[in-house]
Each structure stands twice: as structure tokens, then as C-alpha cells.
């Protein structure tokens, strides 16, 4: 038999009709965040979502 895949609590963080922003508490203790971009997700890991998040903000906030 299949093994059983374990629950991983998650929370939505953000959502639009097309997108979704989420969590995802992982078996080993880590919290992955991930970008929902229709057939693409993206996963970060907390100090990439750090970065990614500093690389949206510089972006619209306009200053390159």
C-alpha cells in the first residue's frame, strides 16, 4: 500500500480571482511560501521570501 501523505497545515495569505499567495507548514518543522501563477507555483523557503519579497517592494516602489 501507498503510504499516507501526512497533513500539512496551510493559510492563504493573499488571493485574487487568478492567483494565490500561501503557507505551508512543512513535516520538518520549515515554513515554505508559495506564488500561485496559474499553471506556476513558486516555493520559497523563508530567507528566499525575505529576498523575493524586498525585490517586489523595490520594484513597485519605483526606486531601481
Same mark, same amino acid.
Not at 3 to 25: G, K, M, S
Not at 37 to 49: A, C, D, Q, R
Given at each position: 500500500?501507498?503510504?499516507?501523505?501526512?497533513?500539512?497545515?496551510?493559510?492563504?495569505?493573499?488571493?485574487?480571482?487568478?492567483?494565490?499567495?500561501?503557507?505551508?507548514?512543512?513535516?520538518?518543522?520549515?515554513?515554505?511560501?508559495?506564488?500561485?501563477?496559474?499553471?506556476?507555483?513558486?516555493?520559497?523557503?523563508?530567507?528566499?521570501?525575505?529576498?523575493?519579497?524586498?525585490?517586489?517592494? %523595490?520594484?513597485? %516602489?519605483? %526606486?531601481?
Amino acid at each position: 500500500p501507498m503510504p499516507t501523505q501526512p497533513d500539512i497545515p496551510t493559510n492563504i495569505l493573499a488571493e485574487t480571482q487568478n492567483y494565490i499567495v500561501w503557507t505551508a507548514d512543512e513535516p520538518d518543522g520549515e515554513t515554505t511560501y508559495n506564488v500561485e501563477l496559474g499553471n506556476v507555483t513558486l516555493h520559497f523557503f523563508k530567507e528566499e521570501w525575505d529576498e523575493f519579497l524586498k525585490l517586489m517592494k %523595490s520594484f513597485t %516602489s519605483g %526606486s531601481r
